[in-house]
Nanobody, 123 residues
């Protein structure tokens, strides 16, 4: 399984970005997916997760109401729509495949990680 995140860039505070994560392999639809981020000098943190069918979604408190995760199993792609961005959202964003089908909030529940995409929010 290979995951590739894209869509990052430089945006002003209050702006929006949409991240995409394309996955290879025919088993994409079997597992939950997640988004994590790592800001400079900080540990990686959970952002959002979506279950296999998309029926269960969870967000970190810091992004709730501003970010939206979705998936298109037919396209083997998971998305992260980020609105009302803040400078503290600046980080490298990673998508990951969970071991199971249910939404997962801990990084140890994931077994494949994509290359990150950098999001920079200017004030």
């Amino acid at each position: 399984v290979q995951l590739q995140a894209s869509g990052g860039g430089l945006v002003q505070a209050g702006g929006s970005l949409r991240l995409s994560c394309a996955a290879s392999g025919s088993t994409f639809s079997r597992n939950a997916k997640g988004w994590f981020r790592q800001a400079p000098g900080k540990e990686r943190e959970f952002v959002a997760t979506i279950s296999r069918t998309g029926g269960i979604i969870s967000y970190a408190e810091s992004v709730k109401g501003r970010f939206a995760v979705s998936r298109d199993n037919a396209k083997n792609t998971v998305y992260l729509q980020m609105n009302s961005l803040k400078p503290e959202d600046t980080a490298v964003y990673y998508c990951a495949k969970a071991r199971g089908m249910l939404a997962a909030m801990n990084d140890y529940e994931y077994d494949y990680w994509g290359r990150g995409t950098l999001v920079t929010v200017s004030s």
